[in-house]
């Protein structure tokens, strides 16, 4: 057994991340201005080119995504019940009713088979998620944007460095929302930005994470600027700070390399549960997973115990873990205000009643990857039927 715990998550940063930080804080440019614009267009161009906006966080951009979008009362959204509160409560915030739909029990994605009969005629925009950094189906997905007219508004929080066939997720056409929460694979603490291809859309999105200023205001505390502006929506305090871009510079300079290691400690994983009572993450064919999430399932079948049971003697054998997600419509809120109730997504459910999220991060060392599997291989030996 380890003698120190593996946390579940630790963020990989650095001599890099400090002095590009301090040298922002130095600048005196402490909020918004050039160093955010910078990294937007990092981003852009790590991204093929789609226009960017770096805001305060992920949850932040879906909300401006369905504001812009013209999404509100007497609208429906279709989103999974398989993710985190803020997919859904960025629909309630917008005034809108989100639509649960239950997910395809290999990838825990929302399965997009079973969207249509959902879309009816308040159906304004599908968000789906792509859990854990493994893409959801964009061309099912996109085949019914076109076809019902509707905006899709992807929320690829754990996706940074996913690919979906051609491209990496963010450059399939939809708007889509990134997280740079300090668990994700770039952190700028907290931290998001939002791919808007539309540009009548961005102009509204950067308007409204702004106070809903008139686009000319933004620079003016410039030689050029005047101190003059309008307020042209009811906006939100949502944009990023120089501080934040500092760091989220060096982390995308990073990303290659921390995405290389995710992939070699997913694969160490992936190798040692071989013969164990377990899943592993199921991975369609030409999709790029970002490992964000290393979704272990357990057949339950074979041990005696639940899923917090084994939860329980991982933490007696100092490895930390999570789960992802409970799902949406189990928490009492959603009950109450929508109605849901357990038994109304059974895929989700089993889904989470076996899931265990593993450690998965670039600093963990190889020793640390194999002290997670035979923690794994001893709790489990421990209940097998
Ligand atoms: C699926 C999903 N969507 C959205 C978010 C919210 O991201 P943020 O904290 O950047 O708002 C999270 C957060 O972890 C998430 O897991």
């Known amino acids: 057994m380890r003698e120190t715990f593996l946390p579940y998550n630790q963020p990989d940063l650095g001599a890099e991340e400090i002095a590009a930080v301090s040298q922002a804080i130095q600048s005196n440019w402490i909020t918004r201005a050039g160093i955010t614009t910078q990294f937007e267009a990092d981003l852009s161009a790590y991204l093929d080119g789609v226009p960017v906006l770096a805001l305060s966080s992920c949850t932040a951009g879906m909300h401006l995504a369905l504001l812009a979008s013209g999404i509100g009362p007497g609208d429906e959204v279709i989103t999974t019940p398989y993710t985190f509160a803020a997919s859904v409560n960025v629909i309630l915030h917008a005034g809108a009713t989100p639509v649960l739909v239950d997910i395809d029990p290999d990838t825990g994605n929302i399965d997009p088979n079973l969207i249509e009969s959902r879309i009816g005629p308040k159906t304004k925009a599908i968000l789906p998620v792509h859990y854990a950094g493994h893409p959801v189906d964009i061309d099912a997905i996109n085949t019914l944007r076109d076809r019902y007219q509707l905006t899709v508004i992807e929320d690829a929080a754990h996706a940074i460095a996913s690919r979906y066939h051609r491209g990496k997720v963010g450059t399939h056409g939809n708007i889509t929302a990134f997280s740079f929460y300090a668990t994700k694979n770039l952190t700028t603490g907290e931290g998001g930005a939002l791919v808007v291809p539309d540009p009548d859309v961005m102009d509204k999105v950067r308007m409204l994470s702004l106070h809903g200023m008139s686009r000319d205001a933004w620079n003016r505390y410039d030689n050029k600027a005047s101190w003059f502006y ?103 809120f959603y009950q109450r205000q929508l109605g849901y109730k357990p038994g109304d997504f059974p895929q989700a459910e089993r889904f989470y009643a076996s899931e265990i999220s593993l450690p998965l991060y670039p600093t963990m060392t190889d020793r640390d990857v194999d002290d997670v599997v035979n923690a794994l291989s001893v709790a489990l030996s421990h209940r097998l039927r």
């Open 230 to 332: 309008t307020i042209e929506l009811a906006g939100f305090k949502y944009n990023m700070t120089d501080i934040q871009a500092a760091m989220g510079r060096v982390q995308l300079k990073k990303l290659d390399a921390m995405q290389k290691r995710r992939h070699h400690i997913a694969d160490r994983i992936s190798a040692g549960l071989e013969g164990l009572p377990v899943t592993p993450p199921h991975i369609r064919p030409d999709v790029e997973h970002a490992w964000h999430i290393y979704p272990l399932r357990i057949e339950l079948d074979a041990i005696d115990g639940d899923r917090g049971d084994v939860i329980g003697d991982l933490t007696a054998l100092n490895i930390g873990t999570s789960v992802h997600f409970i799902p949406i419509h189990l928490h009492p």
